[in-house]
T-cell receptor, first 115, second 107 residues
Framework: DTGVSQNPRHKITKRGQNVTFRCDPI?????LYWYRQTLGQGPEFLTY????????KSRLLSDRFSAERPKGSFSTLEIQRTEQGDSAMYLC?????????????FGPGTRLTVT | AQRVTQPEKLLSVFKGAPVELKCNYS??????LFWYVQYSRQRLQLLLR??SRESIKGFTADLNKGETSFHLKKPFAQEEDSAMYYC?????????FGRGTSLIVHP
């Protein structure tokens, strides 16, 4: 297990198109988080899963965004009808959860550019 | 609402100088705080968390509930410490990150 992986690493799309990102967490981790990061800012929470259950969603997550984690393993984040404001780095992180201190392990991120 | 404030976008020091990266938080309950670091072309990684009270790579951070602060300190900076540092409020809460401080250590 080489850590959290994300695919693709870069995505360029035209406004109005749909995009989907994938995150493969560390296999023993039951929590999985999605963040968005723009230039000059820290990671901004979007949503998280405890196993396959999506327990929390940020109010920033519009209805164009949807995330899934089937079977509690990998997760996908889909953005429909992309807008230029969606251009950002999308980060995934996983953790054991609160009983192990909830230390988060981050993936390398997917950089989205909407033209 | 919970908030993490890192007042300095950039901190520039010379090798061997002391470093203090400031972090203040706002949260009504009992906080759990972390420092994450991102070296050039690498992913975000945990540096330390307050409950472990460890010293990692010479860095320490003490939670001061009275001042709602969790400043990161190192007595003698090294060039390899140059990186982005993010303070984060986590635990059972929705994780909240500060905007980050870029530390540059000059030779």
């Amino acid at each position: 297990d080489t850590g959290v992986s994300q695919n693709p690493r870069h995505k360029i799309t035209k406004r109005g198109q749909n995009v989907t990102f994938r995150c493969d967490p560390i296999s023993e981790h039951n929590r999985l988080y999605w963040y968005r990061q723009t230039l000059g800012q820290g990671p901004e929470f979007l949503t998280y899963f405890q196993n396959e259950a999506q327990l929390e969603k940020s109010r920033l997550l519009s209805d164009r965004f949807s995330a899934e984690r089937p079977k509690g393993s990998f997760s996908t984040l889909e953005i429909q009808r992309t807008e230029q404001g969606d251009s950002a780095m999308y980060l995934c992180a996983s953790s054991f959860g609160l009983d192990r201190g909830n230390e988060q392990y981050f993936g390398p991120g997917t950089r989205l550019t909407v033209t | 609402a919970q908030r993490v404030t890192q007042p300095e976008k950039l901190l520039s020091v010379f090798k061997g100088a002391p470093v203090e990266l400031k972090c203040n938080y706002s949260y009504s309950g009992s906080p759990e705080l972390f420092w994450y670091v991102q070296y050039s072309r690498q992913r975000l990684q945990l540096l330390l968390r307050h409950i472990s009270r460890e010293s990692i790579k010479g860095f320490t951070a003490d939670l001061n509930k009275g001042e709602t602060s969790f400043h990161l300190k190192k007595p003698f900076a090294q060039e390899e410490d140059s990186a982005m540092y993010y303070c984060a409020l986590g635990g059972s809460y929705i994780p909240t990150f500060g905007r980050g401080t870029s530390l540059i250590v000059h030779p």
